[in-house]
């Protein structure tokens, strides 16, 4: 996997494999909010796994998003102040390399890398299932969930080529319509009184500290995936001290605050004595939400529903194939990937090569499933997003670690009292979780606790982790040259 062309061994990390950097001062705080609260798909997490918390948490599920929001609050604290102290444009892989060594940070270079890659590249599966339902439902037109999926490649790698700043504002504008309809659904249910009167059980301590509870937090903390990107777009952000901290702040909040309230408005929707038994009822038709809004408003919002959370999973990939491609740029500059696959773009500035190299792996992928004809819900969306939830989370962990590690080592007395303690605390928080998502993981995939499917899936991310390392213990030996870029580079 590591890049040996000497001639490329030679180069300044910034540059192998690069015709310059890219492009400086494409976004601002706004274009980065939308872009991290896109890459968690607000419509698709209220249709989709909002009911799933509700079946299995109980009335108490809006607070799963609060209690995320809050945790998620205290590890950015850290990562910020890390990305204050560091400079690096790698995400994990650059702050992991800077303050817990190399080798474990190639080790979380690939783990991002292929995370963040199972998580889009299985999104494709979701979004082909949704583009088919609303297409034969206005015209009674089907067509191969896969053929979808391939559309939209192509459509993401194009948004994803001309730039960070064209991608921002097309997912500004799907975010913004995806709220609207929801909010839309809100004023409907709150005006007509909910179904039995407008109620605050889901807050009430008997709902919060419920058996149930327990067992659905980690459903909440995979609803923010993406959130951690924004130290990714410090090349090409403005004022990037300023605009990335703020973005990831109104990003948390905005998600946990949507996320909470949307799925209050389900329970009020449906009463707090029945909402749960309805929503367990729904699971497989997948339609809780849809009832909700077809009830409350009509017909026209179930349609535009419909047509919607296609939109809102195709900015989430989106935002996703601009993660990778950064995560690509990085491992390629620094040696470790091959450099052809760091080109950039030399009009748009954009990670073309990295682009082309994401796009591929998901057609790919696409279809293999296809002629194997596997489920593009049960298999390719659960198969290829497991992994990469637990990789994400796993990966905050380590940060978190990092940040601990290296300020400790710094001693910098202009540090606020508060980051070390709460990147402590958002380490002991991520590994709970983690081992909260482990111990019901049969909630994600369906499949039997303890079976084959789940202990598969499980060891996917030990085993790209571990492979990571091996390659960094073996490029120390044979390559030092590439061994000492691992994690370094701050591009042009």
């Known amino acids: 996997m590591a890049f040996t062309n000497k001639e490329a061994a030679v180069m300044p990390p910034a540059t192998v494999g690069i015709d310059g950097g890219l492009r400086k001062n494409a976004v601002g705080t706004r274009d980065i909010v939308f872009l991290l609260v896109s890459a968690a798909a607000p419509l698709t997490v209220v249709v989709g796994i909002a009911p799933l918390a509700l079946a299995v948490g109980g009335v108490g599920a809006p607070v799963i998003y609060i209690v995320a929001a809050l945790s998620l609050a205290l590890f950015a604290i850290g990562f910020m102040a890390l990305t ?252 470790v990937f091959p450099a052809w696959a760091g080109m950039i773009n030399p009009r748009y500035r954009t990670p073309s090569s990295a682009g082309i190299v994401q796009s591929v792996l998901a057609v790919a992928s696409v279809v293999v499933f296809a002629a194997l004809e596997l489920d593009p819900f049960t298999q390719f969306l659960i198969w290829m997003n497991t992994p990469g939830v637990l990789g994400v989370l796993f990966l905050q962990a380590l940060t978190s670690i990092g940040v601990v590690v290296f300020f400790i080592r710094q001693k910098d007395k202009t540090l606020k009292w508060y980051v070390i303690p709460s990147a402590i605390i958002a380490t002991l928080v991520m590994f709970a979780v983690s081992f909260l998502l482990l111990s019901n993981l049969e909630l994600m995939t369906g499949a039997a606790a303890g079976g084959a499917l789940n202990t598969i899936l499980i060891m996917v991310l030990p085993t790209i982790f571990i492979v990571g390392v091996v390659i960094a213990l073996i490029l120390r030996r044979v390559r030092p040259d590439i061994y000492q870029r691992i994690g370094q580079g701050k591009g042009e």
């Open 84 to 335: 204050r102290h560091v400079n690096s444009y790698s995400g994990f892989y650059g702050y992991i390399s800077k303050t817990l060594g190399r080798v474990v940070g190639l080790g979380s270079g690939l783990t991002a890398w292929m995370s963040y890659n199972g998580l889009q590249i299985g999104l494709y599966g979701l979004l082909g299932i949704q583009a088919n339902l609303a297409v034969k439902s206005f015209t009674g037109v089907e067509v191969p969930w896969w053929l979808y999926g391939i559309v939209a490649i192509g459509a993401v790698w194009y948004l994803g080529w001309r730039g960070i700043d064209v991608g921002a504002k097309v997912v500004a504008v799907l975010l913004t319509l995806e709220t609207a309809i929801v909010a839309i659904l809100a004023a409907f249910v709150l005006a007509q009184g909910g179904a039995h009167g407008i109620g605050f059980e889901s807050f009430s301590p008997e709902a919060i500290f419920s058996p149930q509870f327990a067992a659905v937090l980690a459903l909440g903390f995979s609803a923010f995936m993406g959130f951690e990107s924004g130290a990714l777009y410090r090349e090409e952000a403005r004022d990037p001290d300023r605009s990335v901290p703020r973005a990831t702040y109104i990003s948390i909040a905005f998600i946990g605050a949507f996320y909470a309230f949307a799925v209050w408005i389900i329970v009020q929707a449906f009463g707090p004595n029945v909402v749960q038994e309805f929503a367990a009822g729904h699971l497989d038709a997948g339609d809780t939400a849809y009832i909700a809004a077809g009830n409350f408003v009509g017909e026209w919002c179930v349609n535009l529903m419909s047509i919607l959370i296609v939109t809102s999973i195709f900015a989430a990939q989106l935002a996703f194939h601009n993660t990778i491609n950064r995560y690509t740029l990085s491992l390629s500059r620094e040696g």
